[in-house]
């Protein structure tokens, strides 16, 4: 065995050992110090001013605030449009010990139901548990009184007012002042490619039919702001600036909202449409559609069963008639026919035609009628149109032609938008030989002016074009833009936008205007006139000219029997006119649908309407209450 060795320390090793690990250890720590010190200066220091504005976003935020919008009066002050307050019932769950108790003790208190309760539970799950959730969102006053009795009692809730859109007139402006309603998918693609998105970030409902629609960035105003300091959490802490949003502008239309509910009154079942003009200015003073709707509906949401009623029903009350009903104008255009024929010297005020009862053209078969069958006999322009003599005017038009016809009426605005603040408008029809060519792909024929030249055949006109037509024949010309909006108001006062102008007629001979007046006047006040007997022993004097719309065709050895055809196929009954006739104030159109004779049913209405706006000596004058 060999002998055990002693080993002996190499202390020098072990030093030299140590100092390498120490020395290793030491470059270590010293570049992790470099990098730390290094990550705190590019923090600190080169990236300051970043994280500061992360720091601040995170910790204040910017909130937006919806302006109130703007409210609508009519022509004498009376508020049509107003933000009403609606009170909700608002829980804040973590303020809350038992959420399943409170719902069940307010349920018995307030009569919350299931409707209720389900969209609670739903909006519960997608909110932060400090978030006022809603319960009910309209209040009842007797459900508001009854919580505040008891409020001491449920910690956590609370009633919060809002305001929401309320119509005072409900189905009576329901076509011309329009509606508000939610914002949906299609309003934010809207506003977000016209750069409106942000003045909206705090608004739930925006315009989405007439007046509301149309004015819509008059009477939004602009979105306010409030800084606020929140926590970690999302809790508002404090409210650091606050600028407050600048409200809508209030709005004064040209409508008399009294004026209005006449002609609700005087229309009461019919359906159709009534248009009033001021014709010096060009003043929507009256639109109503009949059927119509409450558009209060709209505002807090309409249900699917009430909206699919609307949206089926065989009276279409969603369409304006007024603005969008197209129906042929039957002999309510003759005036301006006979205007284009005096002006083309096709016609003189002497001319004459005999009237036996039918019209033929040489070489053509068809047979064209007088609405009188024995005929009227020899009838010149002004007892033409007195009378409505049908053969007159088949003439007339033959000799015209399509081509002067329909751009003698252009002028007067048939086939053209009137360019009313309103977006629900049809232009009608106008028919020419172009319309037809790229329309049906035939061919203009004889016998289609024949029918234009009785306002029938593929003539369609809205009661709006035919109040500015007859508007332009009492101004001698002069075509106004028709406006419902009148001005807006301010702390100053109110302010009155100017009369809108369009393109003005221009004929040959200025004396036309009066033989076409003159025998509008004689429609009114002659015996033999159309509307004689609806207007006898008025206390002012008033001019006009009726018509019957025919729908469906009645072959010639037949005589027109309403009682068997469909209702939806009898005449339309059509009325225009104008008082008081050497100084017109008033212009207006009467359109209903299946009702017969112009005559005997639309000109009483107009009648109705008249008397109302220009009562008796003895009686007071309308004044909007």
Not at 109 to 127: D, T
Not at 239 to 267: M, W
Not at 348 to 360: I, L, N, P
Not at 515 to 522: F, I, S, T
Request: net charge neutral.
């Amino acid at each position: 065995m060999p002998p055990n060795r002693i080993t002996i320390k190499d202390h020098t090793a072990e030093a030299n050992l140590f100092a390498r690990r120490s020395i290793i250890a030491l470059v270590i720590v010293s570049v992790l110090l470099g990098i730390l010190i290094s990550n705190l200066y590019y923090l600190q220091v080169t990236r300051f001013n970043d994280y500061q504005t992360r720091s601040n976003g995170n910790r204040i935020k910017v909130l937006p605030v919806a302006p109130n919008r703007g409210l609508i009066y009519d022509r004498n002050g009376v508020l049509l449009a107003e933000n009403r307050p609606i009170f909700s019932l608002e829980l804040i769950p973590e303020q809350i010990d038992d959420l399943d108790e409170t719902l069940s003790k307010l349920k018995t208190l307030l009569g919350v139901n299931e409707q209720n309760l389900e969209h609670f539970n739903r909006e519960l799950k997608s909110k932060r548990r400090f978030k006022p959730v809603s319960l009910i969102n309209r209040m009842t006053q007797e459900q508001v009184a009854k919580f505040s009795v008891n409020q001491h009692h449920f910690i956590g809730v609370s009633v919060e007012a809002r305001l929401k859109r309320f119509y005072r007139y409900a189905d009576a402006l329901t076509h011309l002042v329009g509606y508000v309603a939610k914002i949906n998918k299609r309003d934010l693609q809207k506003l977000a490619e016209s750069g409106e998105e942000a003045n909206y970030a705090a608004t739930y409902d925006i315009g989405k039919q007439g007046v509301e629609k149309y004015h819509e960035k008059r009477l939004h105003g602009q979105v306010g702001y409030q800084e606020v300091e929140v926590n970690s959490r999302g809790r508002i802490i404090r409210t650091l600036k606050f600028e407050p949003p600048i409200p809508g502008q209030d709005i004064i239309l040209n409508i008399d909202i009294n004026l209005q509910l006449k002609v609700q009154e005087a229309l009461a079942d019919k359906r159709g449409s009534v248009v009033v003009l001021d014709p010096k200015s060009g003043g929507v003073l009256a639109l109503f559609s009949n059927p119509s709707y409450d558009p209060n509906l709209f505002v807090h949401g309409i249900s699917n069963k009430e909206y699919n009623y609307l949206l089926n029903s065989k009276d279409k009350p969603l369409i304006n008639r007024a603005t969008q009903g197209q129906y042929p104008p039957a002999s309510t255009v003759k005036p301006a026919l006979a205007l284009i024929g005096l002006d083309e010297e096709v016609i003189t005020e002497a001319s004459r035609v005999f009237d036996s009862g039918t019209y033929k053209l040489k070489n053509v078969a068809h047979t064209w009628r007088d609405w009188y069958r024995w005929g009227h006999g020899w009838v010149n322009v002004t007892h033409a149109i007195e009378i409505s003599c049908d053969i007159f005017f088949y003439d007339l038009s033959y000799r015209l032609g399509i081509d002067s016809i329909s751009d003698g009426m252009a002028k007067f605005g048939f086939g053209e938008y009137t360019g009313i603040d309103l977006y629900e408008e049809s232009d009608g029809n106008m028919p020419s030989r172009g319309w037809k060519r790229a329309r049906h792909n035939q061919p203009w024929y004889i016998g289609d002016t024949i029918s234009v030249g009785i306002g029938q055949g593929y003539w369609t006109s809205t009661p709006l074009q035919l109040a500015l037509s007859v508007s332009a024949l009492v101004n001698r010309g002069k075509n106004h833009v028709p406006q419902i909006i009148r001005g807006h108001k301010t702390n100053n006062g109110d302010v009155i936008y100017p009369t809108k102008d369009s393109m003005p007629i221009i004929i040959k001979n200025n004396k036309n205007w009066d033989v076409v007046l003159d025998a509008m006047y004689g429609v009114v006040n002659r015996p033999r006139g159309g509307a004689y007997k609806a207007f006898r022993n008025t206390h002012y004097v008033s001019a006009g000219k009726t018509g019957t719309a025919q729908l469906v065709a009645i072959a010639e050895d037949e005589k027109y029997d309403a009682e068997k055809i469909a209702a939806h196929h009898r005449d339309n009954a059509m009325y225009v006119g104008f008082a008081p006739y050497e100084n017109p104030e008033l212009v207006i159109s009467v359109a209903l649908e299946n009702a017969g004779g112009g005559g005997s049913n639309a000109a009483p209405i107009a009648r109705q309407i008249m008397d109302y706006y220009f009562p008796k000596p003895e009686e007071p004058e309308h004044v909007a209450k």
